[in-house]
C-alpha cells in the first residue's frame, strides 16, 4: 500500500492570497493513499525541506508530492531533498499550483482552490505509480572529434588537447588554415593574418595530443554521446606523407596547370601542389582529376623528380575508424555566388570581381603581388566600386539575413585600396553600416575621414559598360537621386552562405540544420554552442555568419564543453527513458522508424523459454535514448514504456479527478 | 502542319502591319498555320490597367474565353504590350478561380472561362516550340555581317513570375535567333530598359528621352541595327527616332527591324514583301552589310489604301 | 473466376519439389457452397483445395497460427490479402522465404446471398501486390483514384447526434467476444494491449463504454494498415459494421497523408510510422 | 450557430442530463514538456488569467501522446481535451509533433465519426514564448466546451448496470 | 514638416496593401527601384519615396504626386526588388485609389495621361479595337494641341503606318456590355 506525503507550499503569499492552502491540505488528507500532508510558507527553503525530510522518515512514506511551483523551477531541489533521506528521487512529483492555478486565476480563489486540489490529486495518483529510478551511467571515450581545420577547428582543437585530450582533427582539403588563410589583414586592428594564423597552424601539427588528419571527410558517426565511433575517408593523394620532405621538386616541374582555388582561380596552380606556401601539413598531394598520369597514363614527371619515392599513382582512397566521445563540427562557410544578380552583368563583365578575390588581389603572397588589377586588361583601377549586400538581405536573388562581416571587410577594402593604390577613389554603396563590435564604429569613422572614401545609401540598380568603363547605376538615397559612378572595377561584397555540404553532414550525424543550411544550436540563447544531439557541438559560421573574434570564442567555448563532459570516467544521464517488454513486443520494429536518434535497434531473444529458436525484438540503447516516448505511442503492444511517464502514470492522472 | 491560335492584336492592322504580315511569312515556311480568334477585340493595353481593374481583365478575358473555343492549346500574340496583358490576366485567374469567376460574369455571353489555352509571345513560340535549330535549318540567305541589338523591351520577359520565359535582365532568346540567321548579336546593356511605351502620345518628352538612350547604346554597342518584337518599341525607336537625334543633336541613323522581318528575309522571301518602306529611319545602309540582295524598292508598290470617311468627331 | 485446378495443381507441385510444408487454401465446408480455410499438410489432401468467388476468407491471418509460423507455407491471397501480407513482411512477422505466394487477380467475391460483397465492388487494388505465381489477368486498375466509402459517407452526412445515437447503439451491441481481433491478420501481438491491466479500466468489462473504448483502440491501431479484408466483420457474431471506422480512418488518411492505399507498396509502413512536413496543420491552433 | 450547438447538445447529451446550473466542464490539457507546459508557466508568471477549467497533465513531448489517452480522458473525467505541442519544426525531440500531428487528426476525425463534437478534441502548437497564446488557447476551448455542455457519452457511470 | 502620431491608425497603408496584394511594409529603403525606374527623374517622388509616404499614411500627398500617372509598368522595379514587392502593383493601387476617391491632378502633364487613357478606352468602348491615327487626332484635339506630331503625320501616313479606317467590331455590343458589367464590379467591390 503506497504512503504517500503532500507538502503545499504558500509561496509567501504567491500560493497563499490565491489558493486557500490549508482546504487543500484538508481535502488531500482524505486521499487514502495519503498518510500525511501538510503546509509551509516556502517549501523550498533549508526548513521546508527538512520538513519533507522528517516526514519521509518519521512516516515512512513511499512517495512524495509538492504542490508548489512548477516543477521546472524546482524539482531538481526536491529530489535533492528526498536523496537525503534516503528516498529514491524519482518517487516525486510536482503539483504546479502556482503557474497553472494561484497566478492564472487570481480573481477567483474558490476556482483556484479547487483546481489547485484537483492538481494535487492527479499528482498524487500519479506518485503511487512511480517507480524508482536510477540515473544512467555510461562510460566515456576522452577523445574528441574536430570536423574542420579553419580558424574555429584549429582555436577548438588547440583548447581541447591543451587539456591533454586527444583530438582528432579532419580537414577536407589538403592543409588546415580555412578562409582565414586567404584574408590579407583583418579588421579593426588591420593584423596581418597569416602572421597570427600560420604560428596556430604550426602548433597544430606539432601538438603531441593532436591527430591531424588532412585531406580527408567524415563518412559515418555511430553511437551516441561519450560513445561514438566515427568513420573517415582519407583522400588518396598519391604522395607518401611519411617519406615526403615537401621539398617543392615535384611541383615545380608538373606540367599541368589548373586555375589555383586559393587564389580564387586568379592564377593557376599545378595538378600537384600545396595549397599554399604556408600550408600545414606542407606536403603535395596530386589532383586526381587534372594528374594526366592518373587521368591518361602520361607523364610520371613528379615521380621522376622525386628523389625521395614519395609519389605512389596506385594509391587508393582509405578509411581510416577513430572512438570518440565528442564531436566540434567547425565547417565554416562558403561564399555566395552572386551570378543570380544578372543586372549586374555578373559572368559577363570581368570588371565585377568578388571581395575574396580582391582579398587575394590586395594580399602580398597573392597573384598580383598586393596591387589590385583589372582582370579584363590588367591595368590599376583608379575608380573602384564597392558594393555592399550582395546576395545579402535580399531574399529575392539572394539570402534574407545580414552575412554581418561585409560592412566591416569592406570598410577594410576601401583601406586596403587606399595604401595600395595611393591616387584611387572609393565609392561604397551600401544601405546601413552595420558595425557593433569592439572597435569597430571607430575604424569605420577612420577609414572614411582617410580615405575620402564616398559613401552612396542605396542598392546598385544596374551596371552597364560604357567603352572599357563600368558605369555603375543606383540612387544616393540622402540625396533623392539618382547617380552613376563611372568605374574601372566593382567590388562586390558578396554574403556569407552555408557551406554548401552542411545538410549532408547534418543527417550523417544526426542534427539538424536550418533552411540556410545552418547547424542549428540547441537553444539560441542559452545553448549556443550545443547542438541537440548530445556531445555535438558548433563552433564558427557552420551555425551563423560571425567574424574571427566571435568564432574563436565559440571554439574556446566548445572545447569548455568538450573538457566539461570528459571531466569523469562516466557521464550521469536522466533515467527518464524508454524500456522494452520482451515478452510482449511482437517485433514489428515500427519504433525503430519513429526514433528521432536511432536508439531502438534489434535483438534476437529465444521464442520461449529455454528455447533454441530466436525471434527478433526491440532493444533500446539507454545511452542515446533522449526520452521523448514517440516509441512508446506507436507501439501497438504496449511493450514501451517511458520511466517517469509510464501509461499508468499517466491514467492514474487522468482518472483520479 | 502545326497549327497556332492568333491574336493579332490591333496595331497588327495599323503601326505595326509590317510585323503581321511578315510573320505569316515566317510562319508559312516554318508550316504553321494560324487560326485568327474569331471576333477578337482590344486587349486594353495600355489604358485599361492604368484606370480600372476589372476592365483591365474582362478585356483579355473576352478573348482568352474566344480562343478556348478553338482547338489549339496554344496562343500565339505578336504584339507585346497585347501578351503582356494577356498573361497577366490568365496567370492571375489561374491563381484565383475567384477572382476569374467574378471577372467571367462580365463576359459571360461568350463563355465560361476555363484556363485551357496557354499564351505565349511569338519570340516564346519561336524559341520554346519551333526551336532555334529548326530557325536555322531554315535559313537560305544567311545575314553574315550584319551586328544588331536584340531590344526586348519590358514586356516580353517581365514580371518574371509571370511570363515564365527567359531573363528579365539580360535575354538571349532572340539574340540566339539572330545568330541562327546569320547575323551578330552585339553585347548591348539595355535589352530590357523602358523605351517609353504608351507615353509615345501623351508624354512625348519621356519617350524620346528613354528611347534616345537605348539607341545610343545599341550605337555604342557597334550594332547596325536593332531588332525587336514589338511593335511599341518598333514605333518609339523607328518613329520618334529623327525627333530624338533633333534633340540629342546626334546622328544614329539606326534601323529598327521586327525579328520576322529578318527571318522572312533570311528565309529567302523577296525584299519587296517585306515592307522594309514603311521604316521611317531607311534601312538599306543596315542590309548593305549582308550582301548583295535584291535591290530594296525605293515607292511603296501599292497605293495607299482608300481612306474610308469618318467625319464623325465626338 | 475459378482458380481450383491450377491451386491444386501448384500445391500439388509446391509438396512434391519439397518446397513447403503447408498449403492455406480454402476448402467447401461440405454442407452448402460456401467455404472455409484449410491448412493442407498432407499432400494426399491437395484435392480438396477450391478457389472460386467463394472463397472470402483472408487467409494471410493464417500465418499468425502456430502451424505456420516459421513453416513453409504455400498460400492463396487475393488483392487485399495480398496488401495485409506485404504489411506482415514490412513489419517482420513473416520471412518472405519462407512464403510461397499464388497471387490471384481478384474478380471479386459474394456474400451468402451471392451478391459481390460490397468492398469487391468498391475495390481500388483487385490484384495481387505481391505474388510467386498471378493466376487471372491483371485488371490494370486505376489504384490512385480513392473511392469514399458510401456508408461512411452518407454518416457524414447526418448530424452529429444521430450518428453518437448510430454508433451507440453499434457499441451496446458488442459482446466483446474479440473474433473481429482474432479474424484480423494484422492483430498479431504476443498479448492485445486491450487485455492488458494498464491498458482500461474496463478490462473485459461487457459494457458499452469498455466495447467503444476497445473498438476505437483496435481501429486506430489499424488505421492506416487496415486493407479492407473485413474479415472482423465476417467474423463478428453481431454483425456490428466495423468498416465504418476503418474506411473513416483509411478516407482521412488517404485524403491528408498519402496517395496510395495501405500494404500496396512494399516496405510502406502505415502513415503512422512515417510523416511529412506538408502534412495539414490547419486544425491546429 | 447558438441555436445550432443548444440543438446538438439536447439530443446529444440526452435531454435529462443537460448541464445542471453552475456546471463547469473539465478539460484535460496534456502539454509537452518543453514548449507548452513551459509556455503554460509563463502565462502564469506573467499573470495572464484564463478560466479554470484545464487540468494539466505533462509529457515529455506530444509525440508521447497516444490517442486512447484522448479517448480515456473523454470517457472518465473529461468534457474535452487540449493537446499542445512544439510548433512544427520546433520540437526538442526533433521529429516528434510531426508523428504526433498525424494521430491527432485521424483521432479528432474518427471521434467526430462517432458521435464526439469536434471542438471537444482540438489540437495547439503554444512556444515557450507564447504565453499569452496558451492563455488564449485555454479561452478558446473552455468556452467552445461550456457551449457543448457536459459529456455523457461512453462514461462509465452511465453503462455499468448492463 | 509632417506632423505624425496624429492621424491614428494607418487606413491609407491598409488599403493600398489590400488593393494591391503587396505588402509595403516590407520594404527597406534601400532605393534599387528608383535607380531602375526609366521614368523615376519625371515623379514627383520616386517609387522609394511613395513607399514611405505610403508607410507613413500619407493619403492625400501620395494621391496627389503625379508619380502612379508616370509609372509605366515595365515591371522592372519588381524583378530587381530585393523583397519582392510587386511595386508596379502599389502604384497602380494608389492610381485607383485615387480615380475611385475622385482625386484630379491638374497638372498638365498629368492631365494628358489621364485623358490619353480615357479617350483609348471610350475607343474601344464604341469600336472595340483601337485605331491609332484616329486616337492622335482625337487626343490632339482633346488636348487643344493640334498640331502636335503633325510633322510625323505625313510621313507617317505615307509610308502606310498609320491607317485611318474604323469600323466597329461586331462584336462591339458585346464590348459595351462588358464595360457596363465591369463598372458595376468595380462599385459592388
Redesign the interface.
Known sequence: MARVGVFVCFCGANIADYVDVPQVVEEVKRIKEVKFATEYKYMCSDPGQGMIRDAIVQNKLTSIVVAACSPRMHEKTFRKALSDAGMNPYLLEVANIREHSSWVHQKDKKAATEKAMDLCRMAVAKSIANEQLHEISVPVTKRALVIGGGIAGIQAALDIADARIPVVLVERSPSIGGKMAQLDETFPTLDCAQCILTPKMVDVASHPYIELIPYSEVIELQGFVGNYKVRIKKKASYVNFKTCTGCGACWQKCPVKVPNEYNMGIDKRKAIYTPFPQAVPNKPVIDAEHCTMLTKGKCGICAKVCDKGSIDYTMQDEIIEREIGAVVVATGYDMWDPKPYEEYGVGRFKDIITSLEFERMVSANGPTNGVPIRPSDGKVPKNVVFIKCVGSRDEAKGIEYCSKICCMYTTKHTILLHHKVHDSHAYVFYMDIRAAGKGYEEFVKKAQVDTGTTYLRGRVSKIYKKGDKLMVRGEDAQLGQVVEVEADMVVLATAVSAPKDNPDLARLLGISYDKYGYLSEAHPKLRPVETAKAGIFLAGCTQAPKDIPETVSQASACAAKVCGLFAGDTMKKDPMVSTINNEYCSGCQNCVKVCPYGAIVTDDVPIGHGSKELRTVAKINEGVCQGCGSCVAICRSMAINLAGFTDPQIINEIVSI | MKKLTYFPG??A???S?EFDSTLKLVLKTLDVELEDIP?W??C?A??????????AY??PM?NLVLAEKLENTTMGIACASCYQRMKVTKVHMDENPELAQ??N???V??GTYKGTVDVKSMLQYFYEDIGVETIRGKVTKSLAGLKVACYYG??LT???NITKFD????PVSMDQICEALGATAT?F??K???C????S????E?VLN?SGQILA?AK?SGAHAIVVACPLCQ?NLD?RQPDIEKQQGVKYDIPVFYITQLMALAFGNPVDQLKF????VPVEGALANIGKIDPVPQK?KKP??A??A?SE?? | MNYTKQIQDIASQLFAEGKIDVFVGYRLNGFDDNQVPVLIKDPQDVHKLVFTDKSVFNLVNYLKTDHTRRKRVGLVVKGCDSRSLNLMLTENQVKRENIYVVGICCEGVTDDAGQKMQNCVDCMVPDAVVSDELLGTASGADTLTYKMNADVAALSNIPLTERAAYFEEVFENCIRCNACRHSCPLCYCAKCCIDQETATLYNGANTTSAAFHALMTWSLHLAGRCVDCRNCEKACPSHLPLHLLHKQNESVIFENFQEHLAGVIPEDRGAFYKYSLKDPDDFIM | MEAEVKDQLVSIEKPELIAPPNWEPVIMGILCNWCSYAGSDLTGTSRIQYPPNIRIIRVPCSSRVDPWFLIKSLQTTADGVLVSGCHPGDCHYISGNYFARRRFLVTKKLLNFVGFHENRIQFSWVSAAEGPKFAKVVNKVTEDIKKLGPLHLYKKENFEKK | MITLGTQGKNTFLADVNKKSGANVLECYQCGKCVGTCPVSQYMDFPPREIMQMIKLGLRNESYMANSHWFCLTCSACSGRCPREIDIPAVMEAVRHLAIEENYINDSTKVKEIRKFHEIFLAMIKRYGRNYELRMMAEFNIRTRNLFKDMHLAPKALLKGKIPLGVKPLKSAKAIKRMYELAEKLEKNK
Do not use: Q, W
Not at chain 2, 517609353?196 to 507615353?199: D, E, I, K, T
Open positions: 490591333c496595331s492592322h495599323g503601326t502591319e471576333d477585340n482590344c486594353g495600355t489604358s485599361a490597367h492604368v484606370m480600372t481593374e476589372n476592365l474582362a478585356l473576352r467574378r471577372i460574369t462580365t463576359v455571353e461568350e519590358c514586356l517581365r514580371p518574371k531573363s528579365p535582365e539580360y553585347e546593356d539595355y530590357t530598359e523602358c517609353g511605351a504608351s507615353f502620345i501623351s508624354n512625348t519621356v528613354l547604346m555604342e514605333s518613329m518602306p514603311k521604316h521611317i511603296v495607299i489604301k481612306v474610308e469618318e468627331v465626338e
